[in-house]
């Protein structure tokens, strides 16, 4: 079982709110995500990092932004919050540079609902 | 740009059934595939990952194919069971390291 933790699972905030939804794994992985999924739709990548130090855009175009200050700690942050932030996002890790398949694992996802 | 499509979006099949899943990808120069699995407000567990220089790939009732050269993969379930309703996703890495490209999943619900 992968260890990649979450928090919060759930939150519920009003428009112009500050919010930062954290990701922590304990596996040392070097490559951490977010995923951005909203109910029924595909996961879009928004950002990703390689390391410590490292941040990089996904995909999808985000208002949102990250930190890798520790290898097992990737926070996201949103300046000030929207209804059209409302979705779930999902955070993963892998590490390609040890693992030959590079497997992402994944958390269990912060449901966000702004209001 | 890589675009990954499954097939059908939902399936609802009897207890024992034995069903395939279909992904489809249009861009066949690919490193591996993975098939994932998500429960409702949950994220996703790793079931099967193929590398592209393999056809298929077996785990307990779990069997997945791949076909790099037609831009396919399948999931074959066997013996279906309640608990392995939930939607299933597949994605595909061109490159060594490089990001996933996830499809839209397939919405999969066993009835006792």
């Known amino acids: 079982e992968a260890d990649i933790y979450q928090t919060p699972r759930y939150l519920v905030i009003g428009t112009g709110k500050k919010i930062t939804l954290e990701c922590s794994q304990t596996m040392g992985h070097d490559k951490m995500y977010w995923y951005q999924q909203d109910p029924g739709m595909e996961l879009h990548l928004i950002h990703y990092?390689?390391?410590?130090?490292?941040?990089e855009k996904g995909d999808l175009s985000s208002e949102s932004t990250v930190s890798r200050i520790r290898t097992e700690h990737f926070p996201l942050t949103l300046e000030s919050a929207r209804p059209s932030h409302t979705s779930q996002y999902l955070c993963a890790s892998s590490n390609p540079y040890r693992d030959g398949t590079d497997t992402q694992y994944f958390g269990p996802g912060t449901r966000l609902t702004v209001l | 740009k890589q675009e990954v499509t499954q097939i059908p979006a939902a399936l609802s099949v009897p207890e024992g059934e034995n069903l395939v899943l279909n992904c489809s990808f249009t861009d066949s120069a690919i490193y591996n595939l993975q098939w994932f699995r998500q429960d409702p407000g949950k994220g996703l567990t790793s079931l099967l990952l193929i590398q592209s220089s393999q056809r298929e790939q077996t785990s307990g009732r779990l069997n997945a194919s791949l076909d790099k050269s037609s831009g396919r993969s399948t999931l074959y379930i066997a013996a279906s069971q309640p608990g392995d309703s939930a939607t299933y996703l597949c994605a595909v890495r061109r490159n060594y390291g490089q990001n996933f490209v996830f499809g839209p999943g397939t919405r999969l619900s066993v009835l006792p």
């Open positions: 990092s390689y390391g410590v130090n490292s941040t």
